[in-house]
């Protein structure tokens, strides 16, 4: 995508972009100075070509710890994705820099998609033996 067709999403409401680091590396392997590199310049060098506020952020891998949260937070985004599946619900406290995802590919039924965000699907996997 062109930074044009980036900044025709993003000028519909309904359309947001996020971060997601400058290099893709695994943040938990880098020192605390390039973690926060790699994590403060994707949002500045994006925010700069949108001309907006960068307010989500994906961990690249799913990798992250404390540290990686605590930089998320210190970089002012909002919200951050993991990449452990799961659903959050009204009655359990929820971490907006850790949250988890459902999956949604090509192969994705829409029986599926709808146990998925039902949050059954999360349940499933969680007491079938493929996890234990």
């Known amino acids: 995508m ?3 067709d980036i900044n ?4 519909d409401p309904l359309f947001s972009i996020g971060s997601h680091t400058l290099n893709h590396h695994n943040l ?8 926060f590199a790699e994590i403060h310049e994707s949002k500045v060098i994006i925010e ?9 952020f994906c ?5 992250f710890g404390k540290r990686e949260m605590d930089i998320v937070k210190k970089c002012n985004f909002l919200t951050a994705t993991t990449t452990q599946t799961g659903n ?3 009655n359990q406290s ?3 820099h850790s949250l988890p995802r459902i999956q949604v590919n090509s192969l ?8 998925q965000i039902n949050g059954f699907y999360p349940a499933l996997l969680y007491l079938l033996p493929v996890n234990q």
Do not use: C
């Open 28 to 35: 938990p392997n880098l020192s605390d100075k390039q973690a």
């Open 94 to 96: 929820i971490d907006f």
């Open 2 to 4: 062109s930074w044009d």
């Open 59 to 63: 961990y690249p891998l799913g990798k």
């Open 108 to 115: 994705t039924t829409e029986k599926v998609l709808k146990l």
């Open 8 to 11: 025709t999403l993003v000028a």
């Open 48 to 56: 700069d070509k949108m001309k907006g506020t960068v307010k989500h």
């Open 88 to 90: 959050l619900s009204l």
